[in-house]
């Protein structure tokens, strides 16, 4: 039964990967249609900052902002006892 199941699972990928190369192939052809008008490329420094400086700028200004504008007081974490129902528990 494992081996049938195996089979199974080899062949919808081996046809969801055919599939999907199927209809990517329009993606790589290279004339242009109607209406294209691409802009010029970026470089690695503008990729760089694009997608991987400014997203952790906004992600440290957020974190910052949430901790600066934290009203809690409470910061010191509670210790855990492991002990319950104890005499130091009975007279408090």
Not at 65 to 92: C, E, I
């Amino acid at each position: 039964m494992d081996k049938k199941n195996a089979l199974r699972a080899g062949a919808l990928a081996a046809g969801t990967t055919l599939m999907m190369l199927l209809m990517t192939s329009p993606a790589l052809a290279l004339t242009r249609d109607d209406g294209d008008d691409p802009g010029h490329g970026l470089s690695v420094a503008e990729t760089l900052g694009l997608y991987v400086l400014i997203p952790l700028a906004l992600f440290a200004i957020i974190a910052g902002l949430v901790m600066a504008l934290d009203k809690s007081k409470d910061r010191a974490p509670k210790a855990k006892s492991g002990r319950t129902g104890t005499a130091v528990d009975a007279k408090v």
